[in-house]
């Protein structure tokens, strides 16, 4: 069984696909976008695979440009490897889209859970300020505290620096928190390379971790973090 340690002082959360529904807002926005040309339907998962992959690509470049625009560059150029027409105003209506993703059902409810039981939250997102607002509010009020953008860090995740940021503005050791999160090749990349600890969503996207790291624990959905808490008596 993993040594889980003490109990930690902060939660920090990925946002996207972990508490708001990444991959299904980004198919919806996408078919409103390829509607609008009267392009050929697109399956998600190519769609999803293609814009990733861009994503990644611009998001480690330098120097650092925010979301906004890497959004919308990716967007650009994965509908162009699918055979698909895409300008600047469908980057704009992806990166609108964004702002209005909601949670996973069960998000709202588990945050609260964790709130009643007097752990912090904080959400570390490669995202900007303005974009994650909208998400933010449909999460419940009260339930986040803090929260951590690749804007205000000027990275993104994986990058040291994003969680280096992170653990400064909370003023807490990376021993002080557990990390929650649902993407493999961002957020378990950076748990290994960093050894803090960490619990996996995996909500089944055929997205798998690194083969050289196991988390800590490895969940379906949100609402069995409170009851992991609840086996490990961190539950106040």
């Known amino acids: 069984m993993t040594n889980w340690g003490e109990r930690p002082a902060w939660l920090t959360f990925d946002c996207y696909g972990t508490l708001i529904q990444w991959d299904e807002g980004l198919a919806t926005a996408v078919s409103l976008i ?3 040309h009267g392009g050929r ?7 999803i695979e ?4 861009w ?3 611009f ?17 650009i150029r994965a509908m162009a490897d699918l055979g698909l027409a895409c300008d600047e105003q469908d980057a704009e209506t992806l990166t609108s889209a964004i702002s209005a993703m909601a949670p996973f059902p069960e998000v709202p409810a588990a945050l609260a859970l964790l709130k009643q039981s007097c752990f912090r939250t904080c959400i570390v997102s ?3 300020d303005d974009i994650i607002a909208g998400n933010v509010a449909q999460l419940g009020l009260g339930n986040i505290d803090q929260i951590v953008t690749a804007q205000q860090a000027g990275a993104y995740k994986p990058s040291a620096q994003i969680f280096d940021y992170a653990h400064r503005k909370l003023g807490v050791a990376r021993s002080d928190i557990v990390h929650i999160c649902a993407s493999p090749h961002l957020d378990l990349a950076a748990a290994r390379d960093l050894g803090f600890r960490c ?5 089944d996207t055929g997205r798998t971790k690194p083969a050289d790291y196991t988390p800590n624990a490895t969940l379906s959905s949100l609402d069995g973090v409170p009851e992991l808490f609840e086996s490990l008596d961190w539950m106040k």
């Not at 293609?50 to 992959?53: R, S, T």
């Not at 998001?59 to 967007?75: D, I, M, Q």
């Not at 619990?199 to 909500?203: G, L, P, T």
């Open 50 to 53: 293609a814009y990733d992959h």
């Open 59 to 75: 998001k480690s470049e330098r120097p650092h440009r925010n979301f906004r625009t890497v959004a919308g560059r990716a967007l």
């Open 126 to 128: 490669n995202t900007d």
């Open 199 to 203: 619990i996996w969503i995996d909500r």
């Open 34 to 36: 390829v509607a609008r």
């Open 55 to 57: 994503e990644h690509v």
């Open 41 to 47: 339907n697109v399956a998600p998962h190519e769609l």
